[in-house]
């Protein structure tokens, strides 16, 4: 094994370590602030309507440790359809906005379509996709 491969591989150990440790930190800052508001100022009804809005500067990678921490504090199931995600959003004020766009445009999908998913899809995609199959058939 050359220098630079032992090198490596002790460097990705060490890296591997201070991740770790870097997870539980930003794990439990997290929870010393969500938690508490969790369980004092929500109940069992309350706590069925919560919406998540995470701020940051792109869009979350797959396994996002505040995703994570939501989806096992509240339920991955329950919180289906009540987690946003405003990239590029840093004006907390500007952010309630768009959450409450989101939740106005939600209902109104419901009422319109009789489906709360249709919101998260293109204007087009059911129309094109019938289409496709006909014009490639």
Not at 60 to 67: A, T
Not at 90 to 100: C, H, I, P, R, T
């Amino acid at each position: 094994m050359t220098k630079l491969k032992e090198y490596c591989l002790k460097a990705t150990k060490l890296g591997s370590i201070n991740i770790g440790y870097a997870a539980r930190i930003k794990i439990d800052q997290l929870h010393s602030i969500i938690y508490p508001i969790d369980t004092k100022l929500f109940n069992e009804t309350e706590r069925t309507r919560v919406q998540v809005l995470v701020l940051g500067a792109k869009a979350p990678r797959k396994g996002f440790v505040i995703q994570q921490y939501f989806e096992t504090l509240i339920g991955d199931e329950k919180l289906e359809g009540k987690r946003r995600y405003a990239e590029n959003m840093v004006n907390e004020k500007l952010a309630m906005n768009v959450l409450g766009s989101w939740i106005l445009d939600a209902h109104a999908v419901q009422v319109f379509f009789d489906d709360p998913t249709h919101l998260y899809q293109d204007l087009l995609c059911d129309d094109a996709s019938t289409y496709m199959k006909q014009l490639f058939k």
